[in-house]
Nanobody, 123 residues
Framework: QLQLVESGGGSVQPGGSLRLSCTAS????????IAWFRQAPGKGREGVSC???????NYANSVVGRFTISRDNAKNTAFLHMNSLEAEDTGVYFC?????????????????WGPGTQVTVSS
């Protein structure tokens, strides 16, 4: 079983950058697809990006060209590099892990979730 913890959130001005980290404890991190979701105040949880255990990635249209997902299996950590941040990117960002060898999808069909980290984009 995996336990996930996010870090790297904070406040930034529009156009700025942040790097979120998702560190997992448990076994076989490299077996699991990892995804990032976000939830803005008063809205539902939205899939942002995911990376499969093979390294295949997927992005929501709203972040293509601005966000990059990556993983370092040796460190049991996944990253979300966020550039050109906009006010609409504000929300709580969650990382999630799928059951072993399941595909990377942007639907909230994940088995393990972190507690979330706040990202605020404001001038």
């Amino acid at each position: 079983q995996l336990q996930l913890v996010e870090s790297g959130g904070g406040s930034v001005q529009p156009g700025g950058s942040l790097r979120l980290s998702c560190t997992a404890s448990g076994v076989n991190f490299d077996y699991h697809a990892i995804a990032w979701f976000r939830q803005a105040p008063g809205k539902g949880r939205e899939g942002v990006s995911c990376i499969g255990n093979s390294g295949i990635t997927n992005y929501a249209n709203s972040v293509v060209g601005r966000f990059t997902i990556s993983r370092d299996n040796a460190k049991n950590t996944a990253f979300l590099h966020m550039n050109s941040l906009e006010a609409e990117d504000t929300g709580v960002y969650f990382c999630a892990a799928a059951a072993p060898f399941r595909q990377c999808v942007l639907r909230a069909e994940y088995d393990y979730w972190g507690p979330g980290t706040q990202v605020t984009v404001s001038s």
